[in-house]
């Protein structure tokens, strides 16, 4: 325990707020369900590969509410329920659905991590958040998660079960007989996000059923799902943007139909649209890009695809507008993060904003100020002039006030007014839509996938030949940027690239933090103050990159 609570509530008077203005309606995603069974029983909810069996499986409303009430009372028989957090590493698999709805009905908090997670990253969201239990998954994509699993419950004494879905002993929980238990409060945590991290190792971001509920609720309507839609997964599951933006959540909360998609490249995407009629699906800008190239030679018909989101890092205006000539359906922006704040493009919105902008946010309580790029510490009261780029400050009804158990992290990631610092660079248009233009944080967007420069450094430096290190972003054409790791070796040292890559995917980390490119240099340059001085680092890959 780091003391103190373990998350920083909304004040009273905000939550009152949210709650009459009918946003908190004080439901748990366990009723949610049940709501959700009633109204659509027999239409299909989830369509997706078991992990159990390797077939594809078709499940209903029913059915889901079904296996999401054995699973909570596999749990609960099990000891896992009244707040534990549990770790879920799941691939996309049809089980993620009923698993996750299953740990909210006995009220265990999820903790989401993704299939590309290690040991070194495992065990860190298992030792902060004091995890009782692990459900994943056995040999995978030639990986084992299940003796990946177990090793991080050997090293963190709170780890008391490991389920792997596929196994007897899962099947067994699976099978529970379903009982009546309590409500866990809707307005307590359900579940534990990760952030994409600047400093050290990614944080955990505490979400509410109550503040959950409501961004998904209006994603839904946002993206205007209804019962015929059907969604398509393609990136991991477990991301917050497959989740919520409009996500599988969304997708549900409008009776629709989730697929899941074990794989993202266009192949089994087109494949999966064709035949199951997808109508709606959420991706990052490079595998936009890729979907774009393989459209012009591809025999599936895509006819039925209506909406592509795009986001998680920026689109290229470029490529935003080969999207709609290429796959024949409307292009949406979407700017999001785990922490909360979400924007969109709306469907109706003129061509040119969503070809060149990221959208509006959500909600109109979400409150938004753009304040001086240039102090770390800037307050939510330090605004630059309307239609300036500066960095984005938000506070509203679906986004976090404090990590989980991180109080000495939160009172600079965090104004004392309760603004979440998102990080990003950010101009708005008069119409009110954002541009993403940059970002003050140290932060890697590696196609979406987030990299904390720092927690790479400290990986390197444990190497007995590196004596500093500095990680930053390079551009590039496909990912949009990769790392790179400038290594100041020991006297005498001369670490291979090869060597010390490897070193760093063996200390358990996942694959996309392993440094795209290694440089050995001889010192880096500092600021004023003496710190290595990453903007003058990337200038100076700018300008090879430049040269050739
Ligand atoms: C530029 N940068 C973007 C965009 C996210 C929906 C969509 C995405 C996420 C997500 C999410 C961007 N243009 N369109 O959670 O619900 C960068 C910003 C942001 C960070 C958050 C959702 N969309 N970004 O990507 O927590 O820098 O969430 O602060 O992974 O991604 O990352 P993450």
Redesign the pocket.
């Known amino acids: 325990m780091t003391g103190g609570p373990d998350h920083t509530p909304w004040p009273a008077a905000d939550a009152a707020r949210y709650r009459a203005l009918g946003y908190w309606q004080g439901q748990t995603f366990g009723t949610w369900l049940t709501g959700l069974a009633e109204a659509y029983a027999e239409r299909t909810a989830v369509v997706g590969v078991s992990a159990e069996g390797g077939e594809q499986v078709r499940w209903t409303y029913a059915e889901l509410d079904d296996r999401a009430h054995r699973l909570a009372a596999g749990f609960v028989e099990r000891g896992i329920a009244d707040g534990q957090r549990v770790i879920v590493q799941l691939p996309n698999v049809a089980e993620y659905v009923p698993v996750i709805f299953g740990l909210w009905r006995a009220g265990a908090l999820p903790v989401f991590a993704l299939p590309a997670h290690r040991r070194s990253e495992l065990t860190h969201f298992a030792a902060h958040a004091e995890a009782s239990a692990i459900v994943t998954v056995g040999e995978h994509e030639r990986h084992d998660f299940a003796a990946e699993a177990r090793a991080v419950a050997g090293d963190v004494p709170s780890v008391r079960n490991v389920f792997v879905v596929g196994e007897a002993e899962f099947a067994e929980l699976a099978a529970a007989e379903p009982k009546e238990l309590p409500d866990p409060d809707p307005s307590g945590l359900a579940f534990l ?4 991290g600047s400093t050290g190792m990614s944080k955990l971001i505490p979400r509410t059923h109550d503040d959950y509920l409501y961004s998904v609720r209006e994603s839904a309507r946002i993206c205007r799902l209804r019962p015929e839609s059907v969604y398509l997964v393609v990136l991991p599951v477990a ?3 497959p ?3 409009p ?1 599988i959540l969304g997708a549900l909360h409008a009776g629709s139909t989730v697929v899941l998609s074990p794989r993202p490249d266009a192949d089994t995407a087109f494949g999966l649209i064709e035949s199951e009629g997808v109508t709606m699906c ?1 991706v990052v800008p490079p595998l936009a890009a890729a979907w774009v190239q393989a459209a012009a030679r591809t025999t599936r018909d895509l006819s039925t695809l209506e909406v592509l ?7 290229a205006r470029e490529l935003a507008e080969r999207i709609e000539p290429a796959l024949g359906c409307r292009l949406q ?7 909360g704040l ?2 969109y493009t709306r469907l109706d919105d003129p061509d040119e904003l969503v070809l060149s902008t ?1 959208g509006r946010p959500i909600s109109l309580d979400d409150e938004i100020r753009v304040v001086d790029p240039d102090n770390p510490e800037a307050s939510s009261d330090d605004v630059v002039e309307p239609g300036q780029a500066g960095a984005l400050l938000t506070r509203g009804p679906y986004t976090i006030r404090g990590y989980y158990r991180a109080a000495e992290h939160n009172a600079t990631a965090f104004t004392p007014d309760g603004f979440y610092r ?3 660079l950010v101009r708005f248009h008069p119409s009110g839509h954002v541009e ?1 233009v940059g ?1 003050v ?1 140290e ?1 890697i ?1 590696r196609g ?3 990299v904390a420069p720092e927690e790479v450094e400290n990986h390197l430096m444990a190497h007995p030949d590196v004596v500093d290190a500095a990680v930053v972003g390079m551009s590039d054409d496909y990912l949009g940027e990769r790392t790179c790791a400038y290594v100041v070796p020991a006297d005498g040292a001369e670490p291979a690239e090869a060597e010390l890559r490897r070193f760093v995917r063996e200390r358990g980390v996942a694959a996309f933090k392993v440094p795209d490119r290694v440089v050995l240099t001889g010192e880096f340059p500092t600021t004023g103050v003496g710190k290595t001085s990453k903007r003058e680092l990337r200038a100076l890959l700018a300008a090879q990159a430049k040269n050739g």
């Open positions: 996000q990760l952030s994409g991301h917050n943007y989740m919520s933006s996500g959420g989101l795009v986001g998680g890092a920026k689109c922006q979407v700017f999001g993060m785990a922490e979400v924007f990221q998102t990080g990003d993403v970002r944080k932060q967007n979406g996938e987030k």
